[in-house]
């Protein structure tokens, strides 16, 4: 089995900054891509960003320049840096894993439970 442990989400003030933590845990041989995606009540799920293991990121069109994502491999960890926080950012963050499981030699995709962010002025 594998989990994945959010931290960091929270009330913050416009223009204000977050940095959400994820890390994976279990039966992991290693991770692929990781990344997060937001939902805000009534829309759709989105990606915000994701980066894969040699460091290639890619990054929602509206958090480009404010957001940055990085990981610690050696912690199985992803994270991301929200800056510069619109109330339009507010939502439920999900970090995203795609694993390769010990044994195994295709990789399954896993996700958090969620956590959230509020941008409120």
């Known amino acids: 089995q594998v989990q994945l442990v959010e931290s960091g989400g929270g009330l913050v003030q416009p223009g204000g900054s977050l940095r959400l933590s994820c890390a994976a845990s279990?039966?992991?041989?290693?991770?692929?891509?990781m990344g997060w995606y937001r939902q805000a009540p009534g829309k759709q799920r989105e990606m915000v960003a994701i980066?894969?293991?040699?460091?290639?990121?890619n990054y929602a069109e509206p958090v480009k320049g404010r957001f940055t994502i990085s990981r610690d491999n050696a912690k199985n960890t992803v994270y991301l840096q929200m800056n510069s926080l619109k109330p339009e950012d507010t939502a439920v963050y999900y970090c995203?894993?795609?694993?390769?499981?010990?044994?195994?030699?295709?990789?399954?995709?896993?996700w958090g439970q969620g956590t959230q962010v509020t941008v409120f002025s």
């Open positions: 279990g039966n992991i041989f290693s991770i692929n891509t």
């Open positions: 995203y894993a795609n694993v390769v499981r010990q044994g195994t030699m295709s990789s399954s995709a896993y």
């Open positions: 980066i894969i293991s040699g460091g290639s990121t």
